[in-house]
């Protein structure tokens, strides 16, 4: 009873004030929650300000792009996926070399697999499942289960250096595959392992070697000692899906001739080829002068494409921006983009291709640089590198290959790329038995 009088008489005497007072009040009052929400709008702008900028001065560039996303036209009201998958089915495909050269693949990034994590990766038309010991090291085995194949990489859970299965608890180990439990039974036969891929990790990435007669690895991946010892550290990296044979992929190495028509525009121009022809860029200009030749032995599986660039503006050179490139390709699946520059430092963007099935590739560049030099120079350098990549996407996502190509004698380094690339094929390597009819983007 006390107090609803105190709430009465609370509630009089504030009528009795907003009576008295009146408008003044309210305005008052009105003025104050204006400021107040006012002030509120500023301090969430510039906390998203704040983020933005710190994201793009200090973190690393993550651009992960969907199979469908680059290089198809949709009109009409398809959708991108639509036009992909159209694409997929009325293309010809051309006589196509093996799908799957003999070589080591990356098929995930170090930073990506945390001790005791498993990951399910395509690759080379197989599912695999690769996780990380206790112990730290990283392994691949095939991802479905020798007993009732359960997806190892799907519920498994790592247990020291074997991955356990989730349907029934039977433990391989990640070195050899071999099954080392089966809770319900007294004996593990001998016989029973899951096929356990030859790998390796380095430069922050794990790799796989394939080999179509199940042959050891031939060669080793290079480790970048600057990576090794953190004078390098991860900038970023970027991820597509291409449409295409693999081979053709490297091959742009070779096809010098492609650089000054396709990648000269400036890279503010786009990548949609119908529109970097743009009158409104054309005074902003990328030069090129490119060689490419194959090593010899021992190291006959490499090749060197050597990268001078220039910028000009209203047909000025600017050398400033003169930056010299070595491309080192190793085996069919790797490639080492060393950069130099006098003011800007030294790096190096990984460019990986890692067939998923036959005729759809994931192509990765990863970009380690200079721990003195500010993120934001190198994360410039992989965007650059990732508009001139997608100009290519777009080619590749809607050509067919050509096996004997009609080419003039400025051409003749890239029937000399295939020459050298054709050592990654066997008698035994798979090729394309039919074309899938389309894409499940």
């Given at each position: 009873?006390?107090?609803?009088?105190?709430?009465?008489?609370l509630?009089?005497?504030?009528?009795?004030i907003?009576?008295?007072?009146?408008?003044?009040l309210l305005?008052?009052?009105?003025?104050t929650?204006?400021?107040?929400?006012?002030l509120?709008?500023?301090?969430?702008?510039?906390?998203v300000?704040?983020?933005w900028f710190?994201r793009?001065?200090?973190?690393?560039?993550?651009?992960?792009?969907?199979?469908?996303?680059?290089g198809?036209?949709?009109?009409?009201?398809?959708?991108?996926?639509?036009?992909?998958?159209?694409?997929?089915?009325?293309?010809?495909?051309g006589?196509?070399?093996?799908?799957?050269?003999?070589?080591?693949?990356?098929v995930?990034d170090?930073?990506l697999?945390?001790?005791?994590d498993v990951?399910?990766?395509?690759?080379?038309?197989?599912?695999?499942?690769?996780?990380?010991?206790?112990?730290?090291?990283?392994?691949?085995v095939?991802?479905?289960?020798?007993?009732l194949?359960?997806?190892?990489?799907?519920g498994?859970?790592?247990?020291?250096?074997?991955?356990?299965?989730?349907?029934?608890?039977?433990?391989?180990?990640?070195?050899?595959?071999?099954?080392?439990?089966?809770?319900?039974a007294?004996?593990?036969p001998?016989?029973?392992?899951?096929?356990?891929?030859?790998?390796?990790?380095?430069?922050?990435?794990?790799?796989?070697?394939?080999?179509?007669?199940?042959?050891?690895?031939?060669?080793?991946?290079?480790?970048?000692?600057?990576?090794?010892?953190?004078?390098?550290?991860?900038r970023?990296?970027?991820?597509?899906?291409?449409?295409?044979h693999?081979?053709?992929?490297?091959?742009?190495?070779a096809?010098?001739?492609?650089?000054?028509?396709?990648?000269?525009?400036?890279?503010?121009?786009?990548?949609d080829?119908?529109?970097i022809?743009?009158?409104?860029?054309?005074?902003?200009?990328?030069?090129?002068?490119?060689?490419?030749?194959?090593?010899?032995?021992?190291?006959?599986?490499?090749?060197q494409?050597?990268?001078n660039?220039?910028f000009?503006?209203?047909?000025?050179?600017c050398?400033?921006?003169?930056?010299?490139?070595?491309?080192r390709?190793?085996?069919?699946?790797?490639?080492?983009?060393?950069?130099?520059?006098?003011?800007l430092g030294r790096?190096?963007?990984m460019h990986?291709?890692?067939?998923?099935e036959?005729?759809?590739?994931?192509?990765?560049?990863?970009?380690?640089?200079?721990?003195?030099?500010?993120p934001?120079v190198?994360k410039?350098?992989?965007?650059?590198?990732?508009?001139?990549?997608?100009?290519?996407?777009?080619?590749?996502?809607?050509?067919?290959?050509?096996?004997?190509?009609l080419?003039?004698?400025?051409?003749?380094?890239?029937?000399?790329h295939?020459?050298?690339?054709?050592?990654?094929?066997s008698?035994?390597?798979?090729?394309?038995?039919?074309?899938?009819?389309?894409?499940?983007?």
């Amino acid at each position: 009873m006390c107090a609803v009088k105190v709430g009465a008489a609370l509630g009089l005497g504030l009528g009795t004030i907003f009576v008295s007072q009146g408008d003044a009040l309210l305005g008052d009052l009105y003025l104050t929650w204006r400021g107040t929400a006012l002030l509120c709008i500023i301090a969430g702008v510039c906390l998203v300000a704040a983020r933005w900028f710190y994201r793009l001065l200090f973190c690393p560039l993550e651009l992960l792009r969907a199979p469908h996303s680059v290089g198809y036209i949709a009109e009409g009201g398809r959708s991108k996926a639509q036009a992909a998958n159209e694409v997929r089915r009325r293309r010809k495909i051309g006589d196509l070399p093996p799908v799957y050269p003999n070589g080591w693949y990356r098929v995930l990034d170090s930073h990506l697999l945390e001790r005791s994590d498993v990951k399910s990766v395509s690759v080379l038309g197989e599912q695999v499942a690769v996780f990380r010991g206790q112990n730290g090291t990283s392994y691949v085995v095939d991802a479905y289960c020798p007993h009732l194949g359960a997806n190892l990489a799907v519920g498994g859970r790592v247990v020291g250096s074997c991955i356990e299965c989730p349907f029934h608890g039977w433990q391989f180990q990640g070195n050899d595959g071999k099954c080392v439990k089966i809770p319900y039974a007294e004996k593990v036969p001998d016989f029973a392992k899951v096929r356990c891929w030859p790998s390796c990790e380095v430069n922050g990435q794990i790799l796989i070697w394939y080999h179509c007669d199940g042959e050891d690895p031939q060669w080793t991946v290079p480790e970048r000692q600057e990576i090794t010892k953190g004078e390098w550290v991860f900038r970023g990296r970027t991820e597509h899906f291409v449409n295409a044979h693999i081979q053709e992929i490297p091959e742009n190495a070779a096809d010098i001739a492609h650089l000054d028509h396709l990648h000269t525009p400036c890279i503010a121009s786009g990548v949609d080829l119908r529109y970097i022809n743009s009158k409104f860029w054309e005074f902003l200009r990328h030069g090129w002068r490119v060689k490419w030749e194959p090593e010899s032995e021992p190291n006959q599986h490499c090749s060197q494409m050597s990268v001078n660039h220039f910028f000009t503006a209203f047909g000025v050179r600017c050398p400033l921006l003169d930056i010299q490139v070595v491309a080192r390709q190793v085996g069919p699946g790797l490639v080492f983009l060393l950069f130099h520059h006098a003011l800007l430092g030294r790096g190096v963007i990984m460019h990986c291709v890692t067939p998923v099935e036959p005729l759809l590739q994931c192509v990765s560049h990863t970009i380690f640089y200079q721990r003195n030099i500010p993120p934001l120079v190198p994360k410039v350098i992989l965007r650059g590198e990732c508009v001139q990549f997608e100009r290519d996407v777009m080619i590749w996502n809607n050509k067919r290959y050509v096996s004997r190509p009609l080419i003039v004698k400025e051409d003749s380094a890239i029937q000399k790329h295939r020459r050298w690339f054709s050592q990654f094929y066997s008698e035994n390597s798979p090729r394309l038995e039919y074309q899938q009819d389309g894409l499940d983007f």
